[in-house]
């Protein structure tokens, strides 16, 4: 009875840890949300960093915004900018460089969470490494901005692949929609092909490189349970110092109607340096079939990741 009742706290404890990351994220954008979307003119308290196609940062006092232009005192000069002519924009107050830390990078994994991707992909050129457990293996290669690919394995010899197309809506929505399809190679040497599948990925992302919350669609079929698998999941992650990131996820699994499984996944991501970071977390497995042939609430493991840049 104690173990059952550890095993449900510790459940309730992680889905109150992620709604936690959830709603920071929310409250620290709020301020954000209402300044990108109304018309302002400004006092010399708000500057403005503004990011050009050419990836070049400016920063200045903010004059004046519109729902096209932003007008920024830089060096004495004030200067037009076309919100659709640059790359992205954020705006720091002075109440929040008293409250707030500016951080100098972005989270080196603003691009996923746990398991599962934000709607932001591997930059052009770059190429970028993940393991889970040190299990499995993924390499997503920015190919094109609008456009990644990635090749992983799961056991070496369950081989999967993804394109994924990411558009960015405007400064605070970007959308993604992934691709994905694997095949298994012992089955397919014996000309069984039942363990091969597909399956797809939509979703949506509020924020930026910083800090942001995904909504997503899961979509996948494998012949050989002969049912086609579906749910959702709610991601979030906050960077909370120059090297620490904070991520949780909530995934749901349904088939024929049937909520199947709940996943819950918090995680701390560590940047040991530019190239290398490592993620840190517990991961919450709360599957009815499992739960009851085990006799237990929910199955708590450790989680450990590693992701590198090249």
């Not at 920024?72 to 705006?91: G, L, P, T, W």
């Not at 830390?101 to 599962?116: M, V």
Request: glycine share 6%.
């Amino acid at each position: 009875m104690y173990k059952r009742l550890s095993l449900k706290n510790i459940l309730c404890k992680t889905s109150s840890i992620n709604l936690i990351v959830f709603g920071s994220f929310f409250l620290s954008f709020q301020n954000n949300w209402s300044q990108t979307n109304v018309t302002n003119n400004y006092s010399n308290d708000t500057i403005v960093v503004v990011i050009t196609n050419e990836n070049k940062e400016l920063r200045g006092l903010l004059i004046s915004e519109d729902y096209n232009s932003l007008t920024v005192q830089i060096a004495n000069e004030n200067k037009k900018f076309n919100k659709n002519e640059i790359k992205s924009y954020r705006f720091i107050t002075r109440n929040q460089i008293k409250s707030i830390k500016e951080f100098k990078n972005p989270n080196p994994i603003y691009t996923k969470y746990c398991y599962f991707p934000s709607a932001y992909i591997t930059e052009r050129g770059n190429v970028n490494t993940n393991s889970h457990y040190f299990l499995t293996s993924n390499s997503k290669i920015g190919v094109h901005e609008n456009f990644e690919i990635s090749v992983g394995n799961i056991f070496i010899y369950n081989v999967f692949s993804s394109l994924t197309y990411s558009k960015k809506i405007n400064n605070s929505f970007t959308t993604g929609i992934s691709l994905i399809g694997s095949i298994n190679l012992l089955t397919n040497l014996n000309g069984i092909n039942e363990f091969n599948s597909w399956g797809f990925l939509p979703r949506i992302t509020y924020g930026d490189s910083f800090q942001n919350t995904t909504i997503g669609i899961i979509g996948y079929h494998l012949p050989f349970l002969e049912e086609f698998y579906y749910g959702g999941y709610l991601a979030s992650q906050k960077k909370i110092a120059e090297r620490f990131t904070l991520a949780g996820e909530i995934v749901g699994i349904t088939v024929d109607g049937i909520q199947i499984g709940l996943i819950n996944n918090i995680i701390i991501n560590f940047a040991r340096n530019f190239r290398e970071n490592w993620s840190f977390g517990i991961t919450v497995i709360n599957m009815e079939a499992i739960n009851n042939a085990l006799g237990i609430d929910a199955i708590v493991v450790p989680y450990i990741g590693l992701q590198k840049k090249f």
